[in-house]
């Protein structure tokens, strides 16, 4: 029967026509693959075009078993004799193998894009122009097995974005690359579910001589690692990009980018659209109107972004805050001056009006303080009304009720703000956060912003902090000594320190002391309490230093001298934010009674804040009373 079938298949030249249209498909696919992305053609125009191929094949063999090409034109096959069928020839082997190799070739033709999904572990890509999508392993292992049991297995919807290497030494060639990349990240930030690890901790990994990419994405708890060059001549620029697996150093989308200046900012939406792809992450429109909306359109503006986010940063890191941020803000003005909608450098830009008001620079000139005041709220309306969502929007918001006199809505602003499921924060956000009461809501907000921000020591000192307040020492000794195998040693000593006051283990708290350590000397003999508390306290009193005098008074159990001092502290304008700030500080609960500072308690009460608020090491509130506590 198989012989009589394949002698009737070569009689009708079946063979023949499958062999030809198979060649054709081939050729055609190869085709349809190599010009999709010059022609323009849609992501889908490879799938559609083998889907035809492969509809067509059943019609093609068809048409060659049914009819036949005769000098007469083409007609339907004739039928052979019982007597003409037996002197047909039998089934040679090379009938086989040309049946072999046309179910070997038509397979191919179906695996292949099989084959690309299964690598890339996606569907095909978003449409690219310029060079072709490269999809391959790198050659190298991926790092020690000892480094890869170690490693916790991160969120598979998570990325960082590496800051893009420059080809000058241009420093504007510089901020040009770091404000597209800025741009970028943003842009994939706006992905549903997709976990971006902030500029802070990503931007660490700046330059050519870096760690193996299973590293880097180790250190940033991310599944994978999004790397690129950037290259300007003239209006003429060319962007590479690459998207990398981190648990096998696998390369899952590249593209190089050839545009004009004009059109540059085009590429962040295409990118996170191709990521998008790649993860398998469903965009909507909404997503897509969030890609266009985040950083700014204009080049020129985030170059002088960067360039006040760089000063910025030094101004929250070394000393004379107030002088960098004053050179910050020239370089924040000219890019919103350049970019009206961009939202982060009105706030950014806030931050030197914010520190202008609570630090008493201005406390003896009323006109410059309500100059400062007037531009400070300027800035954060316009940054609230071009923020990109809602949680952008309660951070803002946030900024400006802690400056206002009305506290109606804090609590409810700063949940909006700590429990958004996003990586955005920001400092006075922070400090904030120490007066709001729910433990359990303000631990998750650390925790998100250690797993956006991992390499950011203000952020896991924060979290350290929180565990304190929370009273989670033991959880606090372990995160100090996470802290110092990550060398953030003056965080981990901080943490740790605390930790061991709450728990009562002054001996290991003493042996932490180095010579440098006064505060937490003045904190170790508070915490003793008794006659050693005032021996080594009560000399450092000074008229001139009120915020410390609080504290030292408060540690001591003088609560009327504290009082007293928190009255006057509290009568200064802006005065609460001190207040605020020796809380946290004091690490004793209550550094004053509510009704010693009726401004701060008014505040306290619009917002419905708990009080006292928590945060006590165990400090003695009586002078005489004995530490009460075992020596080890």
């Known amino acids: 029967m198989i012989g009589g079938l394949l002698n009737e298949l070569r009689r009708r030249d079946v063979f023949r026509i499958i062999a030809g249209y198979l060649a054709v498909a081939w050729v055609t696919f190869e085709v349809v693959q190599g010009i999709e992305s010059a022609a323009g053609f849609p992501a889908w125009a490879d799938s559609v075009a083998l889907i035809v191929l492969v509809a067509a094949f059943p019609v093609v063999v068809f048409v060659a078993w049914t009819f036949e090409l005769t000098p007469e034109g083409i007609k339907a096959t004739r039928r052979l004799n019982a007597s003409e069928a037996d002197v047909l020839p039998p089934p040679r082997l090379a009938d086989f193998a040309i049946m072999g190799a046309i179910v070997l070739f038509a397979g191919l033709l179906a695996w292949q894009p099989i084959s690309n999904t299964i690598r890339t572990g996606a569907p095909p890509l978003a449409r690219n122009d310029g060079e072709v999508n490269i999809v391959t392993p790198a050659g190298g292992e991926s790092g020690s097995a000892e480094t890869q049991s170690e490693m916790v297995i991160p969120n598979e919807l998570s990325v960082a974005v590496l800051p893009f290497l420059p080809f000058t030494d241009d420093q504007s060639d510089a901020y040009f690359a770091d404000g ?5 990240l943003n842009s994939l930030a706006a992905l549903p579910d997709l976990r971006v690890t902030s500029r802070t901790s990503a931007f660490q990994f700046r330059g050519r001589d870096l760690p193996s990419i299973p590293e880097i994405a180790a250190s940033l708890g991310v599944a994978h690692v999004m790397e690129g060059s950037v290259r300007r001549s003239g209006e003429q620029v060319r962007i590479t990009v690459q998207l ?12 190089t980018y050839d545009r004009t200046m004009e059109d540059v900012f085009e590429i962040q939406e295409d990118i996170a659209e191709n990521v998008a792809a790649v993860l398998n992450v469903v965009l909507s429109e909404d997503n897509r109107r969030q890609m266009r909306n985040s950083g700014t359109r204009n080049i020129d503006a985030f170059i002088a972004f960067q360039q006040g986010k760089s000063l910025w940063d030094r101004a929250h890191e070394e000393e004379d805050t107030n002088r960098f941020l004053e050179q910050a803000d020239a370089h924040f003005a000219r890019a919103t001056e350049l970019a009206p909608d961009f939202s982060e450098a009105y706030l950014l830009q806030s931050d030197w009006y914010g520190h202008l008001l609570s630090d008493g620079t201005l406390a003896d000139d009323a006109e410059a303080r309500e100059q400062a005041r007037a531009r400070h709220g300027e800035l954060l309306q316009l940054a609230y009304d071009s923020a990109s969502d809602d949680t952008r929007r309660a951070i803002v918001a ?15 602003t700063l949940e909006q703000a700590i429990t958004s499921d996003i990586c955005a924060h920001d400092n006075w956000t922070q400090d904030f956060a120490y007066l709001y009461g729910n433990m359990d ?3 998750a907000y650390a925790e998100r912003l250690v797993e956006c921000d991992p390499l ?17 020492y033991e959880e606090a000794l372990d995160w100090a000594a996470d802290l110092t195998e990550r060398g953030m040693d003056y965080e981990a000593e901080v943490v740790g320190f605390d930790a061991l006051l709450g728990l009562g283990r002054l001996g290991d708290a003493e042996a932490m002391l180095q010579p440098h350590w006064e505060w937490e000397s003045l904190r ?4 003793r309490g008794g006659d050693t508390a005032r021996e080594v306290l009560t000399p450092l009193l000074s008229e001139d230093a009120a915020w410390f005098n609080l504290i030292l008074l408060t540690w001591m159990g003088d609560t009327e001298a504290a009082n007293a001092v928190a009255a006057e502290i509290d009568a200064r304008p802006y005065g609460y934010l001190d ?8 690490r004793c609960g209550a550094p004053f009674d509510r009704n010693a500072v009726p401004d701060f308690s008014r505040r306290l009460a619009q917002a419905n804040f708990e009080w006292p608020p928590r945060g006590d090491l165990g400090f003695p509130r009586t002078p005489l009373s004995p530490a009460g506590e075992t020596e080890n």
Do not use: K
């Open 244 to 255: 990398i697996r981190a648990s096998d150093d696998v390369h899952l989308w590249s593209q």
């Open 180 to 184: 597209l990349t800025e741009e970028i």
């Open 398 to 412: 946030v900024n400006e009720i802690l400056f206002s006199e009305d506290w109606t809505y804090a609590r409810q």
């Open 579 to 586: 207040l605020m700030t020796a809380i946290d500080s004091c």
């Open 441 to 443: 809501q303000r631990l």
């Open 456 to 472: 950011n020591p203000m952020i896991r000192l924060f979290y350290g902090n929180t565990l304190i307040v929370r009273g989670d």
């Open 524 to 527: 170790l003999a508070a915490r």
